[in-house]
């Protein structure tokens, strides 16, 4: 899928270490430096699929793409998931805190 670079790529980055390293930050600095990069970004709280799931349903829900707060988490997620793909985008999102 082309990014706004009009490259055909997507790039994935992971940060993982020890709580208190700076993990979050330099996320954050990467962001912001790259910013003009992307489209559109979605911070996600990922400490479990329900606060990640609830993060969708409120993306879709202030956006407009989810009219009812009622409607079902998965569905939610699938919702924003293909708006995003029908504007020709990757699911642009930064994970926080994923823990296993």
């Known amino acids: 899928m082309p990014n706004l670079n009009g490259d055909d790529v997507q790039h994935v980055y992971a940060i993982s270490g020890l709580?208190?390293?700076?993990?979050?930050?330099?996320?954050?600095?990467f962001m912001f430096q790259n910013?003009?990069?992307?489209?559109?970004?979605?911070?996600?709280?990922?400490e479990s699929?329900?606060?990640m799931a609830n993060c969708y349903?409120?993306?879709?829900?202030?956006?407009?793409?989810v009219r009812d707060r009622e409607i079902?988490?998965?569905?939610?997620?699938?919702?924003?998931?293909?708006?995003f793909t029908d504007i020709g985008l990757?699911?642009?999102?930064v994970p926080n805190s994923i823990a296993y």
Do not use: C, H
Request: charged share 15%; aromatic share 12%.
């Open 49 to 51: 699929y329900i606060k």
């Open 72 to 83: 079902d988490q998965n569905e939610a997620v699938g919702v924003v998931k293909s708006w």
């Open 57 to 65: 349903l409120e993306f879709g829900v202030q956006s407009g793409l």
């Open 35 to 46: 910013i003009r990069d992307f489209a559109a970004v979605l911070w996600v709280p990922a």
């Open 90 to 93: 990757s699911t642009p999102y």
């Open 19 to 29: 709580g208190g390293m700076g993990k979050t930050q330099t996320a954050l600095q």
